[in-house]
């Protein structure tokens, strides 16, 4: 079948995955958002199964790319998109910055604090 003359990749004596090698086959790149096509949380958040436990794909995917998050914070999207991987798309925060986010886009938004917008156009 196969003739194997190029000896230009030698296998290691084990086959072993790598975390980026099974992240990489999960979602798909497009100019914009590179959505995930693997499984999902509930909340639309990309999971991926690794070793036994279950990852955050968007947090794999700034461990990857960008580096390492440092404890404490969480990788937040700057776009809407849970589901979203690309690494310009992802930013460091505190999950204090990620609910003062929520108010800001009005998701909390009770009336009680309702700002008037500028009319003045
Ligand atoms: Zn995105």
Redesign the pocket.
Known sequence: MFSAKKKGRKNPGKFSETLQQRFEGKFRVTP??WPWTGSKTLKGYGQLRWKYNSLVASRVSYELYVGPIPEGLMVR?R?D?PS?V?PD?LELGTAADNSADMVQRGRHNNGSLAIQRGLSK
């Open positions: 914009g958002c999207h776009c998109n979203c690309n798309h």
